[in-house]
């Protein structure tokens, strides 16, 4: 009797396993997959069938495509249907072939994606697809139905080629590997206070003269490289090459010229553009923000017009970026011309001169038939067409800020989706939105938002600005693709996916069992296992007050004793011997170490060179408990501190300023 219990058990439960489906480990996962029991067999030299030229064209880097749709080798067939909404496809594996069908280009494209996806992951094998070899072995997938589309229409990376030049191949790797996710924008950053990168055909020097930094360049050399003239600019053809390329992967570049502030680069070829008042020229290392274009300067609109001629000759985007970040408006206050708009106009701030300026860039876009996108700052001068693009990059409130004015908005807050950001307090990174691990990306919603908000949002964007890329690429190879990836990943999923479909579990196991294989074979690197949160924070609470006067518009430290989201504060003035940052703690902490920082590694300088550390344990008497070292210092295990204060020993430290930061205990 128990034999045959034991024998019926094993018959169901092998009757069970013939029908117990895998799920597929599909990202960004579909809105809808329905799993059949059957075994769909591709055929070893199997070949695919395009009704659709260009995505023929495309496949052929990785598969057989046949020219004869009555070839008896086909099994995976794209097609056409008008019937579907633009970028939705349905794929379905079902009596040995494979069926993919979209309206157009862009649904097949997303379609091709997940065929990859469910295929093995030596199907994206960089070593053979960089032969030109085509995947045509044997295999086997499930049978399947997934009729799929995306939540938003822009799902964008941004891509700071400023900061650091990045060699076009290296673009173009980093545009097919964001492709795989079903991104479908780039926005290229070409421009900033630190490098003109665009050629301009009517004024050849501001890319042959601002592409270059350090040696006899005007331009300082910033972040990384000082003893040396570094850099370089993307052609037009080699810019238009560029749009193709992107084009054939479903991603439209955007390219951002950022103005009016962030234009040293602009500057220093052409200074008659920007205000006439005289700037403090000492040298700076790192940001140099003393720079604003001239908004009451007919000249600089001409100038303008013939650039914006060129870049929309190059780049086909409906909207083009004209920045609008981080204006410093005490040059135009100082400015005896864009002072006089000021008061003639009767304005009451100068962000209404902000949108002066971006009304006219408005009305020359709208000469080529184009569109603004601007930063989030130029979207609160409320005046520009709502037809706008605003990018969010602030926090979650100036996203939901011009969301509420009525732009169209695309949610990029820094504290989820700056790729530039520190994935953990143990590793480099930019540190000033705190940690952005992958779990943070992910978890950005827009819970909360009516549908009437809902219907300005266009979708999201992650943000890789490359202040730290050269400088951080000797700690870590592959430091770009560490930065980006899982994190891109993660928001276009945010993007594409329904949120009632999405899961942070679910997102790691299909990244595990699936995504990160595929990389391994794409050829590009992850930061994978991102840690849980680690005690970077200190809980209970503190202030922190200094000697050193500070920066507008941080005028307190408020921004690092709450531990919110920035965690340095940059002073107006260098050290002097004595000043003091005292961290006084509201319940006296205990530590395993403490870590104490001034300056950030990234800038020369910008550290307390000779000081010391003292903690006390009542608040009033303090010993001595370390030396600074390049301007920081470890303490080890201590409890009951009640304050830390770090004291400057010595006069100067090279620069003009100096930068705090909040203690990190474990
Ligand atoms: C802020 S985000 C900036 C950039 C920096 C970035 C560094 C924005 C519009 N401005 O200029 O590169 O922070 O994280």
Excluded at 433 to 460: C, I, M, Q, R
Excluded at 625 to 635: M, P
Aim: with cysteine; hydrophobic share 35%.
């Amino acid at each position: 009797m128990r034999f045959l219990t034991v024998s019926l058990v094993c018959v169901l439960v092998s009757a069970c396993k013939s029908v117990q489906v895998e799920p597929l480990d599909i990202v960004p996962k579909p809105q809808s997959i329905t799993m059949g029991a059957e075994v769909v067999s591709l055929d070893r030299g199997f070949r695919i069938w395009s009704s659709d030229r260009l995505m023929g064209d495309y496949l052929s880097q990785y598969f057989h495509v046949c020219t004869d749709s009555t070839d008896r080798r086909a099994q995976v067939f794209f097609s056409l249907s008008a019937t579907l909404p633009e970028e939705a496809y349905t794929l379905t594996a079902r009596d040995g072939r494979v069926e993919i069908c979209a309206s157009g280009y862009p649904g097949l494209f997303n379609g091709a994606q997940t065929l990859f996806q469910i295929l093995p992951p030596d199907v994206l094998d960089a070593r053979r697809v960089g032969r030109g070899k085509v995947f045509s072995r044997q295999c086997t997938l499930p049978s399947v139905d997934i009729y799929d589309y995306p939540c938003f229409s822009y799902r964008g990376q941004h891509l700071d080629v400023a900061r650091t030049y990045i060699p076009i191949g290296r673009i173009e790797k980093f545009i097919d590997d964001i492709s795989h996710f079903k991104i479908n924008k780039l926005h290229l950053h070409l421009v900033d206070d630190e490098a003109w990168r665009i050629e301009i055909k009517k004024y050849p020097e501001l890319a042959l003269i601002g592409g270059y930094r350090g040696g006899d360049s005007p331009i300082f050399p910033t972040f990384c490289d000082f003893d040396k003239k570094y850099g370089g600019y993307y052609t037009q053809d080699e810019l238009k090459s560029l749009v193709g390329f992107a084009a054939a992967r479903n991603i439209e570049i955007i390219p951002e010229i950022d103005l009016p502030g962030h234009s040293m680069a602009l500057g220093k070829v052409h200074p008659e553009f920007l205000c006439p008042v005289s700037t403090d020229t000492a040298r700076t290392a790192g940001y140099d923000l003393r720079n604003v274009l001239c908004v009451s300067n007919e000249a600089v609109y001409s100038f303008l017009d013939d650039i914006f001629a060129e870049v929309t000759s190059i780049f086909p985007s409906e909207h083009i970026h004209v920045g609008g970040d981080e204006v410093r408006f005490s040059y135009w206050k100082s400015c005896p011309h864009c002072s006089e708009l000021y008061r003639s106009r009767g304005f009451e701030s100068y962000k209404q001169v902000e949108t002066v300026f971006m009304k006219r860039m408005e009305e020359i876009l709208a000469g080529y038939g184009r569109k603004l996108s601007v930063w989030n700052e130029a979207g609160e001068g409320d005046d520009l067409s709502k037809e706008t693009y605003v990018h969010g990059w602030k926090n979650p409130e100036a996203c939901r800020d011009m969301v509420g004015r009525g732009y169209k908005t695309i949610i990029m807050p820094g504290e989820y989706c700056y790729f530039d950001m520190y994935q953990s307090d143990r590793e480099p990174g930019a540190v000033w939105n705190g940690v952005v691990d992958v779990w943070k990306t992910y978890s950005l919603s827009l819970e909360g938002y009516s549908p009437a908000e809902l219907e300005n949002v266009v979708g999201f964007e992650g943000a890789f600005w490359t202040e730290l890329l050269a400088h951080n690429s000797k700690l870590i190879p592959n430091y770009f693709d560490y930065q980006l990836f899982p994190r891109l990943i993660a928001l276009a999923e945010v993007a594409w996916t329904r949120d009632s479909l999405r899961n942070a579990d679910d997102f790691r196991l299909r990244l595990e069992k699936s995504i990160y294989p595929l990389l391994d074979k794409m050829g590009t690197s992850y930061r994978a296992d991102a840690p849980a949160p680690g005690p970077a924070r200190l809980t209970p609470q503190m202030k922190c007050t200094t000697s050193f006067p500070l920066y507008e518009p941080k005028s307190d430290l408020k921004c690092i004793s709450e531990y919110g989201t920035e965690v340095g504060a940059w002073t107006k003035r260098c050290c002097r011997k004595s000043d003091w940052i005292l961290y006084e703690f509201t319940e006296p902490v205990s530590f395993n170490a403490m870590e104490l920082v001034t300056g950030y590694h990234f800038i020369p300088r910008a550290h307390i060179v000779f000081g010391h550390v003292e903690a006390s344990y009542d608040g009033s008497t303090f010993i001595k408990v370390a030396d600074l070292e390049d301007g920081r210092a470890s303490l080890g295990k201590m409890s009951g501190v009640k304050a830390i204060r770090i004291i400057c020993d010595a006069d100067g430290n090279g620069s003009d300023h100096m930068i705090i930061q909040c203690p990190r205990i474990y």
